[in-house]
């Protein structure tokens, strides 16, 4: 009575191993399709992201001044370049108006949106700015340069421009400030406008 009692769970034992490793195969099938479900995602998006314009972060804007090597650091370091030093703006505002849209590729949809921006405010310049007057440049961090369209245009201490210049992530442009607004505790107006596109997210790191 206990060797057929033995045999009977051994039986029960061997039937659940058996089941289990029946029901692992529908489970390696399901996640096998999520996996190729998720790459294709993955590769419909990239695509779409590639054309059309990736997430994009704008940081800054922020004026790079630039001035000759003293004698003195010259002897330290004579490599031939610049010393620079960077401002930020005092004030600063974003104004964005975003159109979205639904882009499909296969059976994924895929959101993407063309921005108008709009960064406007105003820089103070301390009084040492007025030895950094080699070159002047303000720049604006976009992290996908592909996506612009248009011009991008930029008005600051009453001048205009458009700017053509871009690169490494940044629109930049070579400008003209008067030194006599540096260290006189006068504001220097900017706005710069251009539209964008991109997919994602549009994410901001301000400066200031």
Known sequence: MAKLFSDRLLWKIILMAALSLLLLIPLTMIREQIRERQQNADESLGEVSGSWGRPQTLSGPEITLFRERTEQEKKDKDDGTLVSMSVCPDRLLYDVDTRTQSLHR???EIMVYTADITASGSFLFPEKCRDYGVKTIFSLGLNDLRGIEGAVNLSI?????????????QVSQQIELDPASFGSGQAVPFEIRFRTRGSQGLYFKPFG
């Open 106 to 108: 296969a059976i994924y």
């Open 157 to 169: 201490g009453g001048r205009e421009y458009s700017v053509t210049q871009g690169g490494n992530g």
